[in-house]
């Protein structure tokens, strides 16, 4: 049933793309920006004021701003799978982190039966880049080339030195295509500088570029920092930033100067009213970020796990300094940038996300649909502004009310327990629903 429902909700929405691309006499581009561990409450307009962000606050400015947009994980590669796929990541097999460590689940990853954004916008004559952050895949299997991407410079780990490129496990892991090739620099300035180098090459062309930034994911460093790690070592000894709080500030304003960077590129070459330009974060921020009044931090199911910044800017098609409080998920951008893009799905598939191109034409408000979370022991649904959260393998269920109580502070559960029922029941639906079919993943 769930399959039916979220078919029909995506066929009868994706028609409302109308005006964001019926103007362009040419594809329209697509920037995809995912910052990594970034808080709701971590920059200038969310009501930051310890961390400057003026070109983020600027895309808002000349944008749309969401307050209820999530990701559909609680960590990093979930959301990732999610995005990439349009689909709920525990149908890829990828319900929570693929690690690096050998004696975990290093073998796993996207699969390339999967249908993605890139491949299906690269057999429609876009360009295609991914500039940063893969983590869905250490084996050259599944390396980003093999899933629709022309070019990928970056690392396929959790994390890498920001300096030296080494991971958590003491490997080199900074690659051009499906080659480990050593590169000096600062990643987030190498990722910044691919995207503008890429934007010039493909002015003439339509092109599809996803920047998935380290920052603002640990290691703790700045540009002038020296190295923690090195090949085989996993820490060096005394070179860990104290003063992390100073750090972060220094890595958000590192990623902020490449969103101004793309951003001016693109106004250089007149290319800001042909492409859409999308921002959000994988999941919330560390106890060393900032949630703003959310509860909770990354990998849990509260509001501080899952809701996460996102702006929106389109010149000429989304409406200037707009802000939107429609519930979206990061589900929703794949079969959004579809529709903008005049791309049509492989017949019979179909996807969780929903298209949201109304919303960012400034049509629409809200989208009747429940959505969904799990990771590890816990879940979650949202429908409408009631949301229930389930931890420690279904003992006792709490229910809140999001729109007076955003902060999660008054379980609702025993005063309303027809809604409960009905919530759990819709819950373990859509938990057989994702396990059914699902992709297996390799056992070694």
Partial sequence: MLNVLTATAVLILWGAASQLCAAEQRHPNVIIILADDMGYGDAGCYGSTTLKTPHLDRLAAEGMRFTDFHS???????????????????????????????????????????????????????????????????????????????RFRGFVSGNVDYISHIDGTGVADWWHDDQLTPEEGYTTRLINRNAVEFIEQHRDQPFFLYLAHEAVHSPYQAPDDPPVRAVGRKRIPGTARKDIARAYQQMMTEMDNGIGEVLNTLERLELDRETLVFFFSDNGATKNGSNGALRGFKGSLWEGGHRVPAVARWTGHIPQGTVSGTTCISLDLMPTVLAVADVDLPEGHYLDGADISSILAGKEKRLARPLFWSYRKSSAMRDGDWKLIVERNNEDPQLFNLADDPQEATNLAAQQPARLEAMLTSLAAWKADILSGATKQPEK
């Fill in 72 to 150: 559909s994980g609680a960590v990093c590669s979930p959301t990732r799978a999610g995005f990439m796929t349009g689909r709920y990541q525990q149908r890829a097999g990828i319900p929570g982190v693929v690690f690096a460590d050998p004696q975990r689940n290093r073998h796993h990853g996207l699969q390339t039966t999967e249908i993605v954004i890139p491949k299906l916008l690269r057999q429609a004559g876009y360009a295609t880049a991914l500039f940063g952050k893969w983590h869905l895949g250490y084996r050259k299997q599944f390396n980003p080339i093999h899933h629709g991407f022309d």
